[in-house]
Structure formats: C-alpha cells, structure tokens
C-alpha cells in the first residue's frame, strides 16, 4: 500500500496535503481450513487513513480520494504469485475477489459501509470521494467532504476507516499470492 498526493495546482502538494496511513500496510490472508475458504476472512477498520489538504494561497482545493489495485501478472486480470499445485484448475484468483469497505464517523465517504469489488482489470479504482461539487467540513453533515481541511480539526469527515474482506471458496489454486492497494489524493 502506498499514497500519492496533489503535485501542485490550488492544492498544495507534500508535506501540506497528505495521506497517512496510520496502521500497518501489509495484510496477511492464511486459508487453512474450509470454514475459511467458503466463509471468507474479514480484517475490519485494517487500513485507517488520515487526510490533510492545504490551499494554495487564494484558491479553492477540490480534491478526490480513491484506491487502486494494481497487478503485476501480465494477464492484468489476476493476483501476482505461483499456485503451489494444479488443483483448481491451477486458476489464480482475478482482482475481482478483494472486497473493500470504507467508512467513517460522519459518513463521508462516496459509498459509505457498501462493500465493493474491484474489476479484473489491472490499476482499477474504487471511488472513496469524488464529487464534482464542492463540499466543505459541516459538523458531519454526511456530504463528501472534498475541499481543505484536516483529520486533526475534523476528525469524522477527514479519517477513513477500510475493511478488506476475501472469500475465496475452494474453486482457485493454492499458492501464494500477492496484490497491492494504493491510495491516491488528487485535484
């Protein structure tokens, strides 16, 4: 997992405008039993992120969060790794079995508590805010708060909580696999 934020435009770039992951960046799935494979495994609140967006000195921000995945399997449709064996039909698991939720106290998010997939296509994206208008910090009003603002004024509107969630059933090969998340603040 990584971040990247606003080069430069009426949003300040780095370190005024920022991102910041406040929990661990690596998340470790061990399928070991059928209960696992068919009922799935959820880490809940596992990415906590944390925003902080500056204008640039008479601008407005306007500012969009999303996260992608991104493989580097040359299908672009599938997680990177090996399948130990053959059974499953040696199929790797498509993008499409990561599930993520996001939320936060005050609702903001573009799809708040829905769990969503990605689609099997390599540097998809889930939309966490992206109005195209603007909406500005209100005492947690449930809006996509989307202009300047911090987590340490507005700690409901500017923090995220994400939940990831795989359910894998017994139909792909075992392995070790791999896929990154990456999320993206931009103007």
């Known amino acids: 997992m990584a971040q990247c934020v606003p080069s430069s435009a009426k949003c300040m770039p780095s370190p005024n405008s920022l991102v910041t992951m406040s929990t661990s960046g690596n998340l470790v799935y061990t399928f070991d039993n059928f209960s696992a494979y068919n009922g799935g495994i959820?880490?809940?609140?596992?990415?906590?992120?944390?925003?902080?967006?500056?204008?640039?000195?008479?601008?407005?921000?306007?500012?969009?969060?999303?996260?992608?995945?991104h493989t580097t399997d040359a299908s672009g449709t599938v997680w990177d790794g090996v399948p130990y064996?053959?059974?499953?039909?040696?199929?790797?698991?498509?993008?499409?079995?990561?599930?993520?939720?996001?939320?936060?106290?005050?609702?903001?998010?573009?799809?708040?508590?829905?769990?969503?997939?990605f689609n099997n296509v390599n540097d998809d994206y889930i939309d966490i805010i992206d109005d195209a208008t603007l909406h500005f910090p209100n005492a947690?009003?449930?809006?996509?708060?989307?202009?300047?603002?911090?987590?340490?004024?507005?700690?409901?509107?500017?923090?995220?909580?994400?939940?990831?969630?795989?359910?894998?059933?017994?139909?792909?090969?075992?392995?070790?696999?791999?896929?990154?998340?990456?999320?993206?603040?931009?103007?």
């Open 85 to 117: 064996g053959t059974s499953g039909g040696g199929v790797k698991p498509p993008l499409s079995l990561l599930q993520v939720r996001v939320y936060n106290y005050c609702g903001t998010p573009y799809k708040n508590l829905v769990l969503q997939n």
């Open 140 to 187: 947690c009003n449930g809006s996509e708060v989307n202009t300047a603002g911090s987590y340490l004024t507005d700690y409901g509107e500017y923090s995220f909580n994400i939940d990831y969630v795989i359910k894998p059933g017994v139909i792909y090969a075992p392995g070790y696999y791999t896929v990154s998340v990456e999320f993206c603040l931009t103007e």
């Open 42 to 69: 959820t880490f809940t609140g596992a990415t906590i992120l944390t925003i902080k967006v500056q204008n640039n000195i008479g601008d407005t921000c306007h500012w969009k969060l999303r996260m992608y995945i």
